[in-house]
Every structure is written in C-alpha cells, then in structure tokens.
C-alpha cells in the first residue's frame, strides 16, 4: 500500500544559529565549571611550586619557573601530622558509619512500616533533627564531653556524629523500604519466618542500594564536620582532617602553602570521584517527601 | 514458653517499638539533652570552670543583645543568608536548565558531560574546612590569583578602575570581605541546590512538556509558567536546606576572617563560638546561639507547610 | 478545517524505523481513526503531524501550507495526549486558556475569558472553571483538555488514545459524545486508538498500521468486509478471521459469525460445507462461542472459531461431527507467501 517516496527532509533552522547556540552553550558551561573547581585547580598548580615560584610578587601564579618539585608533597607526608590525621578520620568515619547503621535500620524500618500515622509524625520530627544545626548545640555538648572525660579523644566524635548522620540516614531508608511492596515480607511469613528473620533476610538485603548511600553519605559526613571536631579536640594527636589541616597546618600566622592546599585536594578527589559515583542516591535523600503527594 | 515467645516475635506493634527505640533513645540523649542544657546555660552563669547553676533569668539574653558585636552578629548571619539564597537560587537555574539541556547523541558530548558534572559537584563534595582553605590562598592580600587576572585584564594596578593599588585584599576591607563570605556559601551551596534543582525537572512528565509545545509555548513561557512552578516545592526544600547550612555555619567565617576586620564579617556561630568555647562564657555562648534557633524553626515550618502546600500531581 | 496530506513520511530513532514511508491523505472535516497493535508506529506519526517529531524524510501539509519544517506553534493544530497533560497547577481554566496565551492569539483579557467560557460550555465543563485537574475525575479532566484542544480553534486536531483512560462504561459514553462534538465542529480529526470497536465506531475511515507501515485505508465497513491482508483480517473483529491453508499458496479465510449450521444459512445462498467438531462453547449472552479444530489440506489441525448471535438456538453437540458451512460471498483468500488478498478466481 505504502510507497516509498524519499524526499529527504532539510535540517531545521539556518546553520550559523544553530553553532552560535552550541557556542553559546558549551561556553556557559565551562564558565561554571572553571567557577566551581577555580580553587581546586589552583590547588593543583600550587601544590607542585617551589617557594621561589610561589612568593615570587607580581608574577603569574600559574606559571612554573622552577622545575615542579614533589618536596612538599613529601613535607606533607613525613614531616606534618597529616596521615595521622587520615587515620583518625578514617576510623571515626568507620565507627559512625556502624553505630548509624545499628540505629537507622530498624528506625526506618519501623517507621517505613509498622507504626501508621504516628510514624508519618515521627518521620517528620527525624526531618526537623536533621534540620538542627551543630551550632545550635555545641556549647551543652562541649560540657557534655568534658564531664564525660571525653575530651580529646575520637569517641567523643563517634558519639556525637550519628546525631547528624542517623536522622538523614532514617529518612533516606524509609524511602527505600516504602518502595519495597509488603507482600515480599508476608510472602517471608507465609513461609514460616518471624518478623525479625523476614526483616534480616528479605528486606535487608533489597535495601542494600539503601545502605550503601547511608554508608557513603555518613562517612563522608564524618568527614565534613567542622564544629564539633574543633570544639571537642585541640590535641594534634586526636585531630581529625576537617580541623586539622586548617589549624594544624596553620602555624600563628605562618601558612606552609603547597602542603596546606596539596592537603585539601588529596582529599577533595577521591571524595569529589565518590559523590558523582552517587549523586542519584543522595539526591534522593534530599528531595523524598518533596515530591510525594 | 515458645508459645509466648513466638508471638512477641511475630506482635508487629512490639516490633514496631523495639526497632525505633534506641535511635529515639539516642537522638532525645544527644539532640534533646543538649538542647535542654543549652537553655539552662542561657539563664545561668555557666563557665567552663564553673559547673554550678546559678539561676540569672534572662539576664545573659539582655547583656548579649545590648553588645554591638553582637548586633553585627545578628544583622551579619541574616544578610549573608539571604544573598547567598538568592544568588544560589538563580544560578542553580540556569545551571540546572543547561545540564538537562538535551544533548549532541556523540560520545564526547557525554564524557564531557561526566567531567563537568565531576567538577560542579566538587564544592559541595570537598570537606568545608578544606576547600575554605583553598579560598583563603584565592583571596590572600598578597598572592591572590584573583587579583592576579584582574591586573592582567588591567582592571586593578596603577591607572586602572580599581587601582593604584596592586592587591584588592579582599579579607581586610568590610565590604569586599563580606562580599568574598558571600561568594564562598554561594560557591559552596550552588551544587546541591542544582542537583535538587536537576532531580525535579527530570521528574516532570514529558507529556507535560509536549503539551506546552502543542499549546505554542516558546522556550521562556515554558520554563516560568510551567516548569518552574512544577519544581517549586522542590525548590523550596533545596532553599530550606540551603538557608539552615548557611544560617548555622561557622567553617566560612572561622577559616576566612574570624569575624574580622573588626566584627564587620561576624555571625551568630562565630560570635557563639568566641564567647562560648574560646572566652570560656558557656552561659552567653549558650545564649547567643540560642538566637539561631527561632529563626530555623520559623524557615523551616515556612518552608516545609508552602511546599506541602504547593501543588505537584 | 483543512486537509492534511502526508508524502513519503519516514521517522527513525537510531537503528528503528517508527514509521517507514507513510503516504496519507485527509480530508477537510473527516474523523480519521489510526489503528494498529502498540508499536505500529501510529503515536510516532501522529507526533510527527502534531510536530513534536522531525520525520527524516517526506513532507507534511495542512491546507495548502508545507508545514514539515515547522514548529507545532505555527501548524494550526491541537493535541490531546493519552495522560491528557492537564498542568497541575492551573486551574481548569487556566489550563484551557493556556494556549490562547501561549500563542498570543487573544491579548484581550476579557475576550479570553469569553473563549475560554465557550469552550467550556461546549463540553459542559462551565461549572468545573475553578477547580484544579486533580479534583476532577477521569471523565471530566477528558472533557478539560478537549476544551483546551478546541479553543484555539485549530485546523486539526489530534486526539492520542484520549479514551483509554476511562472506565469501559464511561468510554461508550465519551465515544457518542466526541463523534457528535465533531461533527458539530468539522474540525478535520485524527484519532489514535488500538482499540478496534473505538476505529469502528469512530472512523469516518480507518488507516489500519503495522511496523510502520499503513497495511488499509478504507471506511470501517469496508476494511472490515474486504481486508486488503490478513494482517488486516485477523486484527479487526473479535475474535480475528479464521484462516485456512487450502493449498501450498492459498489461505482461505471466512469470519467466525459467518461460520453457521447449515439449517441456519441463507436460504439459495451457495456455500462451502464445513464439517467439524466443536469442542468446546462458550456462552456470552449476546452471542455463543463454538471452538474447535478442522484439519487443513495437509490433515494438521487448526483452530477455528465461529460465532452464533443468541437468535440461533440450534443443539451444538460437543465432540460429535457437525454440519456447518459458509456463504460463499463470505469466503476470503490470501497468498500464503505476502498475505495479500487475491480473488477466489486465482485458486
């Protein structure tokens, strides 16, 4: 029935518009960019200068006179507290990262399932925590720790963290079990599990892609805190990233540069990498409830 | 025995108990508690040396409102707050229009994509405190990359607009180092506020979208009569988040000036901070960021009842 | 009211053809349904008139403007989606008036207002103005954006399986409704469906699609009597026309209500005798359902269908041979190789 006439149809709308607007495009675009990562990038040539090159006034700050030298990487690494600092962020993300998990669980769950319209309230009230800013709080806590002889030392982090971390994990993993029907669970007790087993066995491992953004946000949560850490810590040995680079790195009124910003971008990186990796899930968490109704 | 034992394990209300109870447990030990305490310390004369209570009425709330640092204080966290939303709200617009841009079905259109995804997201990946520091080298009185390109593009230096001088110090003259604690909370806040932004367009039908085409909307009709009152509610979490992590940071002020020059840079944290933890003053301390804490509450509720409110499907 | 003709129309998206060379013509006035299974490409068609698509190749016109390059502002059409695309956050009449805005037809508040109230009151939605689309039920938010279509008066109108939202009592009813709301306009109207009984009941005439491809074009009855393929055959009725392979190249073709006892052909007709065991019946008031297998020229078996209208209460014994038979004028045959029709003569 159908014959096959080819008129081909032209291109739509003259060329010269159509590669202004790419033009036009791809500059705004990059001019974002360079916005954004300008420190970062800055970062990166700094950390590679030698002083001459640094200091020298009235000179490009992003030209290399001098061979590009790896001394303050090395400075950094073996003669600052820098890995020890690592360290101790490291373990304290990692401990957070458990006690948030402990508590988040079986607090989303409940309140995904189990307690009807009192839990829409509480849900709301995990929101309005999340919203509570530590520096509404750090002055009580601060006397806190200090009674508690916790000063000084990385528990009173792991402590007080998951109070940022477990509201917006809670509120994360709801949606996730929200999106989980029930029947999977009561399919579990038709076969004989009780509620607990049918929890541990089939609702947790579907809300793994949960987890894994409650792993990753909290860690890098950890990492982030600035307050508390600065509040509850002023020995070198017990400094944590966020706080130690700034203030330890900072001598009175002596800055040492290249490591200070070489520092900031060995963390910026691999964190900047984790985050795009994840960007779907963590949006998610801001925007759940936002979109419902 | 198991009889009783089996049907606590299968009574969905204990369940429902047992599983929310540490986590309410910890969040009224480690958020409630301090609050408490918080509002005990601001009507005491709590010191870090001094852990007894003396009851003082609202008398820290007076002597910290009729200190002009004070006011700077208060009247500093606000205006920053507000700029920085607006400013972040507009860019996160027109960064979100672009990066749903439809694109070029090539390969280097999408690796390109993916790198500058990569670094858009960077400032709100990198640890404050450390990308901060990055900012201070950008804004130092002497060695400023900045004022670098503004002398190369002859806007700063002898006979230019800005000049004679060579350096703008950016950090030391009030306006410019507000200015600058602006820039670096919109810097900070534009990437979530997009990615938010983004999460909403993208969940607008496209029906929707033909639609407003059939109809004979143009381009600019479309995204301010459709698409942006769609994402409006959206918008106004990632406005919500964005005023409280404004509204309660200390990282900026901390690294950057301290409060300075004099206390034309200080907020509300900041000056909690240095009354509270480095003078010692629990009990003022306590009081000054107890001022932070009506206002989040009044944003919040406002925030959260417009969104709820506006419609969305 | 304009004719809308369609040249060579091919859409692709990457590898897939979505619409492989349609050549169309339509008439000023005529309700013209596309039917076909999902996947036919009758949506990326219509997509392609309303503009929202750029076919790769042909031409569209409307009237007598070559309207292929152009934006779906400037075609004169309106479209009225499957979801029904009502903005959420408009009122019933803010979304009807949006397009008279949008295109900035009628600067005159008052006189918009007026149109906006017509439109309404020609689906009876006047008292709904106020409301927003999520209080309205499904029927009632068709009614919106049909008024939304009709509005800015345009050219054609294109209608995306509008009724496929419905319950199946309401649709009966939005059916009636919609055929006499066009002809009361005769606003030239292409209407996507998958629902046959919609086609047939709706179609002034019915293209009938398939991979792409238009397989009929022809008025309902027509289509229905004479199915250019069997293709054709197959899809339109419920259920479909039995096909028989009668030899290597010929497949003979009869539907199932033509199918009778012999008793209850018409009388003098001359018919093909059919003997065959039912093996099973089914009873759907208006109509039974006799099922069994008749074996083709090579002996293997093949379901066949017929359909008794209720008037016709002759014993149908299950599992015992019986004599049927088909009127000869109702007998249809195909090329085994195309599926293309050909006369009883080539046989």
């Known amino acids: 029935m159908a014959t096959l006439t080819t008129t081909p149809t032209p291109a739509q709308g003259p060329r010269l518009i159509r590669v202004l607007r790419g033009t036009l495009y791809t500059t705004l675009v990059l001019f974002f960019c360079l916005l954004a990562s300008s420190p970062f990038l800055v970062m990166g040539v700094v950390t590679f200068q030698t002083d001459q090159d640094l200091y020298k006034r009235g000179a490009s700050p992003f030209d290399y006179e001098d061979m590009p030298t790896l001394e303050h990487l090395d400075n950094l690494f073996n003669d600052t507290r820098y890995l020890s600092f690592v360290r101790n962020s490291t373990l304290t993300g990692i401990a957070v990262v458990v006690v948030t998990l402990v508590l988040s669980l079986p607090a989303a769950w409940a309140l995904a399932r189990l307690t009807g319209r009192w839990g829409e309230h509480a849900g709301i009230l ?130 040492f540069w290249q490591p200070l910003l070489a520092s900031a971008l060995l963390v910026a990186i691999p964190v900047g990498l984790v985050y795009n990796l994840f960007l779907d899930r963590l949006v998610q968490g801001f925007t759940l409830g936002a979109v419902k109704g | 025995m198991n009889a009783i034992m089996s049907r606590w394990l299968d009574d969905s209300r204990l369940m429902g108990i047992v599983f929310l109870a540490p986590a309410t447990l910890y969040i009224v030990l480690l958020v409630g508690l301090p609050f408490i305490t918080a509002l005990l310390f601001s009507v005491s004369t709590a010191t870090v040396g001094d852990a007894s209570f003396n009851y003082v009425g609202l008398r820290n709330f007076a002597h910290v409102w009729q200190t002009p640092a004070f006011r700077d204080a208060l009247v500093n966290t606000f205006s920053f707050t ?3 939303q607006i400013i972040t709200i507009v860019l996160a617009n027109i960064l979100a229009q672009l990066l749903t841009a439809p694109l070029p079905p090539r390969r280097s259109a999408r690796i390109g994509m993916w790198i500058a995804r990569m670094l858009l997201i960077l400032p709100w990946a990198t640890p404050l405190s450390l990308s901060v520091v990055g900012w201070l080298w950008m804004f130092d009185s002497k060695y400023s990359p900045i004022d670098y390109i503004l002398r190369e593009m002859a806007l700063l230096g002898p006979d230019t607009v800005w000049g004679p001088a060579n350096n703008l110090i950016w950090l030391g003259k ?140 | 009211m304009s004719e809308v003709r369609l040249q060579g129309i091919v859409k692709r998206f990457g590898e897939v053809q979505a619409v492989a060379g349609v050549d169309l013509h339509i008439d000023s006035g005529e309700f013209l349904v596309v039917l076909g299974p999902s996947g036919c490409g009758k949506t990326t068609l219509m997509r392609t008139i309303a503009g929202l698509e750029k076919p790769e190749e042909g031409r569209i016109h409307i009237g007598a403007r070559d309207v292929t390059l152009l934006p779906p502002r400037k075609r004169g059409i309106a479209m009225v989606f499957q979801s029904y695309a009502l903005y959420p956050h408009m009122s019933v009449a803010g979304n009807i008036g949006f397009p008279l805005k949008a295109q900035g037809r009628c600067p005159n508040r008052s006189e918009r207002e007026q149109r906006v109230h017509q439109a309404a009151q020609m689906v009876s939605i006047e ?38 939202n419905l319950d199946a009592k309401l649709r009966a009813y939005a059916r009636d409704e919609l055929k006499s709301f066009q002809r009361q306009l005769g606003i030239t109207t292409v209407f996507v469906t998958h629902d046959q009984i919609e086609a047939m009941g709706l179609g002034d005439r019915i293209v009938v699609m398939r991979d792409g ?80 297998h008749v074996p083709d020229f090579r002996g293997d078996m093949q379901l066949t269908v017929a359909r008794l209208p209720s008037n016709v209460t002759t014993e149908i014994p299950i599992d015992t041979d019986c004599d049927f038979g088909v009127a000869r004028q109702h007998l249809h045959f195909f090329d085994n190789e195309s599926g293309e029709r050909v006369a009883e003569a080539a046989v």
């Not at chain 1, 509201?167 to 929200?178: A, C, E, I």
């Not at chain 2, 602006?182 to 607008?204: D, Q, Y």
């Not at chain 2, 002020?253 to 480095?278: A, E, K, N, Q």
């Open chain 2, 82 to 84: 507000v700029v920085a």
């Open chain 2, 174 to 313: 009030p306006l410019l180092a507000k200015a600058s604690i602006i820039f670096v909370h919109v810097w900070r806040m534009t990437p979530l506020a997009t990615v938010i932004l983004m999460a909403g367009l993208s969940s607008i039908p496209t029906d929707l979208l033909d639609q407003a085409e059939v109809d004979g909307s143009r381009y600019l009709r479309t995204l301010f009569q459709v698409k942006l009152p769609l994402v409006m509610p959206i918008m106004l979490i990632s406005l919500l988040f964005g005023f409280i992590f404004t509204f309660g940071d200390l990282t900026v002020v901390y690294i950057l000036t301290r409060g300075g020059p004099i206390t034309h840079t200080l907020t509300l944290p900041m000056y909690s901070f240095l009354v509270g933890i480095d003078g010692g003053n629990l009990a003022q301390g306590a009081a000054v960021s107890l001022f932070i804490f009506p206002v989040l509450l009044l944003v919040a509720v406002v925030l959260l009842r417009t969104a709820s409110r506006a419609e969305i499907r």
């Open chain 1, 126 to 255: 995990m929101f309005i925590v999340y919203l509570v800013p530590p520096t509404l709080l750090f002055i009580p806590l601060f006397r806190i720790i200090v009674q508690l002889g916790l000063r000084d030392s990385l528990l009173s982090l792991i402590l007080v963290y998951p109070s940022i971390s477990v509201p917006f994990s809670t509120w994360l993993l709801m949606g996730f079990f929200k999106s989980i029907p029930p029947e999977l669970e009561e399919a579990a007790l038709v076969d004989g599990f009780n509620r607990y087993e049918a929890f541990w066995r089939v609702v947790l491992p579907l809300a793994r892609p949960g987890v894994i953004s409650v792993v990753v946000f909290t860690f890098t949560l950890t990492l982030h805190e600035f307050i508390y850490s600065l509040v509850f810590i002023s020995s070198s040995e017990a400094r944590t990233l966020s706080t130690g680079v700034p203030t330890e790195l900072i001598r009175g009124d002596v800055f």
């Open chain 3, 127 to 164: 008292h709904l103005l106020d409301r927003r689309p999520r209080q309205l039920s499904g029927g009632e938010r068709q009614r919106v954006a049909i008024a939304r279509a009709i509005v800015s008066e345009p050219e054609v109108l294109l209608l995306d399986e509008p009724l496929s």
């Open chain 3, 213 to 292: 491809l238009v397989q009929q074009v022809g008025p309902p009855q027509a289509i229905y009597d004479r199915p250019q393929n069997t293709f054709v055959a197959t899809f339109l009725g419920s259920p479909g026309m039995n096909l028989q392979h009668v030899s290597e190249r010929v497949l003979r073709g009869f539907r199932p209500e033509h199918l009778l006892p012999v008793a209850e052909l018409p009388p003098g007709a001359e018919h093909e005798p059919f003997v065959w065991r039912v093996t099973r019946v089914e009873n759907l008031g208006s109509d039974r359902l006799l099922y069994g």
